[in-house]
């Protein structure tokens, strides 16, 4: 079975600078997707960033980016010069490639204030 | 246009009462998902289907019973309410047609509140 582990459930940083969410998950799988889902105070899930397993390059969208370490099954989202608008919770989330139902299996999320 | 919409987006009501939620997504997409975030915002899938068949139904209490009149549908009818069944109740949709799969699209959530 996937699991999908966030370790900080807390995170604040000062608008402009930088911050990392770190995400580990575990799976036997080669073929997968991971996800960063963002969740503001609307409630409203908000895809961030998505990336493929057999792609080695890290995806990146704008001032989001991640580091995807395959071997150390670790997928961290770095927020470059935060925004008051980035505070909001942040889930990583796993999904199977192969034999796919597309069912996504979250971690805990973690909790990003950004402040001014 | 809203691309996932779910109604209502809060709801209250008195334990034992049957409710449903009604999902719809005008993304074309093929798969459509209920899941349950709970109080301490974990997010868990409940069901899932697939042109209109369950393909995912997850250890969730029979008294859920999810609803697919056609492939843009997802409804979530819940009987005898309890108070543990207050959560949000996300419906989403993704597209597993092609290898490509795409990412899940979320409704806003309903807010289930039971008193």
């Known amino acids: 079975a996937q699991t999908v582990t966030q370790s900080q459930p807390e995170m604040s940083v000062q608008e402009a600078e930088t911050v990392t969410l770190s995400c580990t998950y575990d799976t036997s799988e080669n073929n997968y997707y991971l996800f960063w889902y963002k969740q503001p105070p609307s409630r409203q899930m908000i895809l961030v960033i998505r990336?493929?397993?057999?792609?080695?390059q890290n995806a990146t969208e704008n001032r989001f980016s991640v580091n995807f370490q395959k071997a150390a099954k670790s997928f961290s989202l770095k927020i470059s010069d935060s925004q008051l608008g980035d505070t909001a919770m942040y889930f990583c989330a796993f999904m199977k490639g192969s034999g796919n139902t597309g069912k996504l299996i979250f971690g805990q999320g973690t909790t990003l204030q950004v402040k001014p | 246009d809203t691309a996932v919409s779910q109604t209502p987006k809060y709801l209250v009501t008195q334990m034992g009462n049957d409710k449903s939620i009604k999902c719809e997504q005008n993304l074309g997409h093929d798969t459509m998902y209920w899941y349950k975030q709970d109080s301490k915002k974990f997010l868990k899938i409940m069901f899932s289907?697939?042109?209109?068949?369950?393909?995912i139904n997850e250890t969730v209490p029979n008294r859920f019973s999810p609803k697919s009149p056609d492939k843009a549908h997802l409804n979530l009818h819940i009987n005898s309410l309890e108070l543990g069944d207050s959560a949000v109740y996300f419906c989403?949709?993704?597209?597993?047609?092609?290898?490509?799969?795409?990412?899940?699209?979320f409704g806003q959530g309903t807010r289930l509140t039971v008193v």
């Open positions: 289907y697939n042109n209109k068949e369950l393909i």
């Open positions: 990336q493929e397993a057999y792609k080695q």
């Open positions: 989403a949709s993704s597209s597993q047609v092609t290898s490509m799969n795409t990412e899940a699209f």
